[in-house]
């Protein structure tokens, strides 16, 4: 029986499952970090070797066992990643076709019914991209977020609602509860404080303070509100950007929404939906609720030769090992 292997590297961990042709997982290792943007191509070969002799030995079988294999890595950004990439992956010496991607494309591959669409990531950070029917278009923003104007992120939006204090403060804008809100997160004195200690870099007011703006504008805080609509029209930016590139504006297609971000859900859902709905009406968001690693070994399949049906893309989650 032919067996496939999937990968996830992550920022935080690296998740590894080999599959049978029906989908049934048989192996699972984990490691942790894999992006060689912070860690480096060395120690990115180390986890990635570690977690994948887990998943063998769990599963009894070698690497001449697996027929494709599908590995998503964060940190592949530009074609100039590709070579040091692939030459990691060289070392594990697999004998089977594979192909890596960015981190973004295997939650379209995992969570749209057939394979293809639009993933937007609103994490700490936020990206991105989208996949043809094929699979041999790809769109995509830089996925360096403010750097290049692409929001929103619990990191932007936080940043954006700091603004907003701001121009409260100088009496740009009303008054606005997020002020009190940060003070007392930060542990300031008071509104002067708060900025010159931010400016400063003396208070962190960072992505873990997102909830406090979710929270204010739950308490009908016009400016809060006016922050979560504003992330959710960039996100909607964001996505309507790859849309042109891959010509989906007359398709009927699932936009897959990963990160934390939209555990909020309302209003930074519905604002995004009405920006890309202005643009593609035939979109469908959708929450992604399986391991990203799920769509890595569906990516392996390909490889192989296998086309991954529903159905088998249903018995990959019934049988990963973790839940998400």
Same mark, same amino acid.
């Given at each position: 029986m ?5 990968? #996830?590297?992550?920022g ?18 984990? +490691?942790?970090?894999?992006n ?7 120690? &990115? ?17 070698t ?5 494709? +294999? ?8 530009w ?5 040091? &990439?692939?030459?990691a !992956?060289?070392?594990? /010496?697999?004998v089977?076709?594979f192909?890596? @991607?960015?981190?973004t494309?295997?939650g379209?591959?995992a ?6 669409g639009?993933? @937007? ?5 936020? /990206?991105?991209?989208?996949? #043809? ?24 939006? @936080? ?5 907003i ?8 804008l ?6 009190? +809100?940060f ?6 004195? /008071?509104?002067? #404080?708060?900025?010159?200690?931010y400016t400063?870099?003396r ?18 805080d016009?400016p809060?509100i006016? @922050?979560?609509?504003?992330a959710?029209?960039?996100? *909607? ?13 007359? !398709?009927?297609?699932?936009?897959? &929404?990963?990160?934390? &971000? ?5 209003l ?5 939906r ?9 979109a ?6 399986v ?11 390909e490889?192989? *030769? !296998? ?18």
């Amino acid at each position: 029986m032919p067996y496939y292997l999937g990968a #996830d590297l992550g920022g935080t961990k690296t998740h590894i499952i080999i599959a049978n042709e029906c989908g049934q997982v048989v192996g699972f290792g984990k +490691a942790g970090p894999g992006n060689p943007q912070g860690i480096g191509y060395e120690a &990115m070969f180390e986890t990635l070797s570690q977690a994948v002799d887990e998943a063998l030995a769990q599963a009894h079988l070698t690497l001449t066992d697996i027929h494709g +294999a599908g590995f998503s890595i964060a940190g592949y950004d530009w074609p100039s990643d590709k070579p040091p &990439m692939l030459a990691a !992956l060289n070392r594990l /010496n697999l004998v089977c076709p594979f192909h890596f @991607v960015n981190d973004t494309i295997p939650g379209i591959v995992a969570g749209t019914k057939e394979g293809w669409g639009v993933s @937007v990531v609103s994490g700490t950070g936020c /990206n991105c991209r989208g996949w #043809d029917r094929e699979h041999k278009r790809e769109g995509r923003v830089t996925g360096y977020s403010l750097w290049m104007g692409e929001a929103a992120g619990a990191g932007e939006l @936080v940043a954006r609602a700091m603004q907003i204090v701001s121009y409260s403060w100088c009496k740009r804008l009303p008054p606005t509860a997020l002020t009190d +809100a940060f003070i007392k997160h930060a542990g300031a004195k /008071n509104i002067e #404080d708060l900025l010159e200690g931010y400016t400063a870099g003396r208070y962190a007011v960072g992505a873990d303070a997102a909830s406090i703006v979710f929270d204010v504008a739950e308490r009908g805080d016009t400016p809060a509100i006016d @922050v979560i609509r504003w992330a959710g029209e960039e996100l *909607g930016e964001m996505a309507n950007a790859v849309i042109r590139q891959l010509e989906f504006e007359t !398709l009927n297609f699932e936009v897959v &929404m990963i990160g934390g &971000m939209f555990a909020a859900g309302g209003l930074l859902i519905e604002s995004m939906r009405a920006k890309i709905h202005s643009l593609a009406p035939g979109a469908k968001l959708v929450r992604l609720h399986v391991p990203p690693v799920i769509g890595s070994v569906m990516i392996g399949m390909e490889q192989g *030769g !296998l086309r991954p049906t529903p159905e088998i893309r249903q018995t990959l989650i019934d049988t990963f090992p973790e839940k998400p």
